[in-house]
């Protein structure tokens, strides 16, 4: 068991954690969230009850988070984009490039992924693009071609 003592502006709190790793996670979280107050530490003990002190993110060194998972890796992701290459007929819907031809082709969102996550897997949202066509677009472009 690891236990927490919060202390912002003298006033304190305690919380307990299971691992040492979610106790340094809280306090990065914490600290962060107090990062304008004045008097802010946080003192964790561990199971033998020795104290550690800390007024500043930095003192917790790096914490690793658990990462997204790619969505470009993902089943769902990889699926919708099959069956749009499948309905392009392998060609670029702007300029007829064909992967036959040795092209190489991008599925591309015709609104973002960034403003529009949720038409992430939306065969609507999707077009089958060449890598030129592709670059030209970036994002300046959000109309099906
Ligand atoms: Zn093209």
């Known amino acids: 068991?690891?236990?927490?003592t919060f202390y912002v502006e003298g006033r304190n709190?305690?919380?307990n954690y299971q691992s040492e790793k979610a106790a340094r996670r809280g306090i990065v979280r914490?600290?962060?969230k107090h990062h304008q107050a004045t008097d802010v530490h946080a003192i964790?003990?561990?199971?033998?009850?020795?104290?550690?002190?800390?007024?500043?993110v930095a003192e917790l060194g790096h914490i690793d988070t658990p990462k997204a998972p790619d969505f470009y890796q993902s089943q769902a992701w990889l699926r919708?984009?099959?069956?749009?290459?499948?309905?392009?007929?392998?060609?670029c819907v702007l300029c007829g490039a064909r992967a036959s031809e040795g092209v190489a082709l991008h599925v591309d969102h015709?609104?973002?992924r960034s403003t529009h996550p949720e038409l992430e897997l939306d065969p609507d949202n999707?077009?089958?693009?060449?890598?030129?066509c592709n670059l030209g677009k970036s994002n300046r472009y959000s109309e099906r071609w």
């Open 126 to 132: 999707l077009q089958v693009l060449c890598g030129p």
């Open 1 to 4: 068991m690891y236990r927490v």
């Open 30 to 32: 914490w600290l962060n």
């Open 13 to 15: 709190r305690r919380t």
């Open 80 to 91: 919708v984009r099959v069956d749009a290459l499948a309905n392009a007929k392998g060609c």
């Open 110 to 112: 015709i609104k973002p």
């Open 44 to 56: 964790l003990y561990g199971p033998d009850g020795t104290p550690e002190m800390f007024r500043d």
